[in-house]
């Protein structure tokens, strides 16, 4: 029988709206990190494992949903996700994740509960295995370590 740590594991990483633009946007809030040192620092700690990541940025709506999607038939088994702003009013990206019915975790860099009143409903946090905010780059590989430990079947 094939032992559980050898499976492949395929990881998709989605970064919505305006993630493009760490390390120039807001960095009192977000920091100077960007989106390539993020990719750049999980690729790393998955390297010698069987854990492949897929990453995907949209500023668009839609095309956050497609991708989310593609994830029910293209061998994804976790996805990790900051929906960004879509967080606080995306009911069609909720159903998507909903639909495909992939584990996740929601991480933000930003504590979304000290901010902005707003910013404290998310529509996909009671969907989520866990969810991480306010641990800046962290939370991404903190969300990385358990997707990684988490048991697929
Ligand atoms: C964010 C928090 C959201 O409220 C905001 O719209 C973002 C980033 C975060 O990572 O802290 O764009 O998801």
Do not use: C, W
């Not at 029988?1 to 960095?27: A, T």
């Amino acid at each position: 029988m094939e032992v559980e740590s050898k499976k492949l594991k395929n990881i998709l990483i989605v970064h919505g709206p305006n993630l493009n633009l760490l390390g120039l946007r807001e960095p009192e809030i977000y920091g100077a990190v960007t989106l390539e040192d993020i990719n750049r620092n999980l690729s790393r700690l998955t390297e010698n494992t069987v854990t492949q990541l897929h990453f995907y940025q949209s500023n668009s709506e839609s095309e956050l949903i497609n991708r989310i999607q593609q994830a029910m038939s293209d061998g994804t088994h976790f996805i990790i996700i900051n929906p960004a702003a879509y967080t606080h009013t995306s009911v069609a990206m909720r159903d998507a994740l909903a639909a495909v019915k992939l584990p996740f975790i929601e991480v933000h860099l930003s504590n979304i509960y000290s901010r902005e009143a707003f910013r404290h409903h998310s529509y996909f946090s009671d969907l989520a295995i866990g969810v991480i905010s306010g641990l800046g780059a962290l939370g991404y590989e903190l969300a990385l370590q358990y997707a990684m430990a988490f048991r697929i079947d």
